[in-house]
């Protein structure tokens, strides 16, 4: 059983911080620096995933890119993403649980998953598309991630098993990142090791996994794959960062239908009748819940797919739908000479509460992804746009690695110049 963290200086439970700590110079390696004699492939520091994590400002962006990950998986039959909280039975500790139906990956896909810098998801259907998404997400939200993943290929199912941890990078010292992985070949109701390189480099990665995993045993970490069903995957994410007053930065315990972001919720500067008008609209409380933001995620409905949150599904709220006087307006944003025209419908209408309560802005989606919600085209004082809110599919421009924003091109340039008058 891996030290407690307070035992260990470099195991700060705070995202912010945790990536201030030094290596043994016998281990100090320069990121990306070439191992000698190996020219396949490129060294890369631990410490690369802690700074690679930051491009998440905000915790909720980055359990997104999770449930971004089960949303294209609907093309291989997900019907469902569940996000609940389990316990952790080493130290009891909260675990962060994402569990999908979809059509799981095979031992070649976990290895492209969870290496540096590969993405296959090319399609313009697809949401994801940077290949960086699940160690940026996983890592910003804890130091740790498992997955559990079964695939069936034909007449091949297969189970595997690997292991994200920052934890055991940096108490092991470790100048490079190291992914241990174990796979199984199921036989019936028997899964059977599969090797790739000898027998002791399995059990190698089997013993590494159970020493910083959760489960400590092999029929531990195989009883994880009894509620994923004939094909899925599940990911346990682990060691969950905390704020600076040693708390968790997700609450679990305010709402046991919901995962709230602590310490972001402020309806300050409101009387007492705003503030309760302010505290359930969405505007505001997708800043804090998660299922407030989520319910606003993605553009259109699904058919046969749901959010599961905390047990209970996730009821997609679309804006355009909650504004009154609405009006459909055709958008031509001025883009830089030499690119192709564009044109966007945009809905457009007053809030239903309004004058009440002022809110305005543009909810921004790409790709039916909600990057940008209630962006303020107009100053915040100005009384031009009071109230009215819009709602627009911007395909044409490249979203920033967080979703939260969009890439700075000549194209938003633009686009942004438009906006504004």
Not at 142 to 150: E, K, L, N, Q
Request: hydrophobic share 35%; glycine share 8%; aromatic share 10%.
């Amino acid at each position: 059983m891996p030290s407690p963290p307070e035992a260990d200086a470099s195991s700060c439970r705070s995202f912010w911080r945790a990536g201030s700590y030094e290596v043994s110079a016998a281990s100090r390696s320069l990121q990306g620096e070439l191992e000698s004699g190996d020219f396949d492939r490129a060294r890369v520091h631990p410490k690369f995933l802690h700074s690679n994590a930051t491009s998440h400002k905000w915790a909720f962006g980055a359990i997104a890119e999770l449930l971004d990950n089960a949303v294209d998986e609907i093309c291989n039959g997900a019907t469902f993403v569940m996000v609940d909280k389990i316990i952790n039975p080493r130290d009891n500790g909260a675990i962060l649980l994402f569990r999908d139906d979809g059509g799981g990956m095979d031992p070649e896909g976990i290895r492209r998953c969870m290496s540096l810098g590969f993405s296959t998801k090319k399609s313009k259907k697809t949401i994801g598309q940077y290949g960086n998404g699940f160690k940026t997400s996983t890592m910003r939200l804890g130091a740790d991630a498992i997955v559990f993943t079964r695939a069936n290929r034909g007449s091949s199912v297969t189970q595997s098993i690997g292991l994200l941890s920052y934890t055991f990078l940096r108490r092991t010292m470790k100048d490079d990142i190291i992914v241990p992985m174990v796979d199984f070949q199921n036989h019936g109701a028997s899964a059977v090791p599969l090797t790739y390189s000898s027998q002791d480099d399995w059990d190698d990665s089997l013993k590494t996994i159970l020493e910083w995993s959760p489960f400590s045993s092999k029929e531990d970490i195989l009883h994880q794959f009894e509620d994923i069903g004939p094909h899925g995957t599940k990911v346990l994410i682990y060691n969950l960062w905390m704020n600076d007053d040693g708390l968790l930065e997700l609450d679990f315990d305010d709402n046991d239908e919901d995962i709230l972001l602590r310490d972001q919720e402020n309806t300050g500067g409101f009387s007492r009748f705003h503030k309760e008008i302010v505290q359930t609209h969405i505007s505001y409380t997708l800043r804090y819940s998660l299922r407030a933001y989520a319910s606003i995620l993605y553009l259109r409905k699904f058919s046969n797919f749901q959010i599961i949150l905390r047990g209970k599904p996730v009821e997609q709220i679309k804006i355009a739908e909650e504004l009154k006087f609405i009006k459909v307006v055709t958008y031509k944003p001025q883009l830089a000479m030499g690119t192709e025209d564009v044109s966007v419908r945009t809905t457009i209408g007053f809030a239903k509460e309004a004058p009440v309560l002022g809110i305005f802005g543009i909810n921004v989606y790409h790709k039916n992804r909600l990057i940008m919600p209630f962006w303020k085209v107009l100053q915040e004082g100005s009384s031009r746009g009071r109230c009215v809110v819009g709602v627009l599919e911007a395909n044409f421009i490249e979203p920033a690695h967080d979703k939260q924003d969009f890439e700075r091109t000549p194209c938003l340039f633009g686009w942004k110049q438009s906006s504004d008058r």
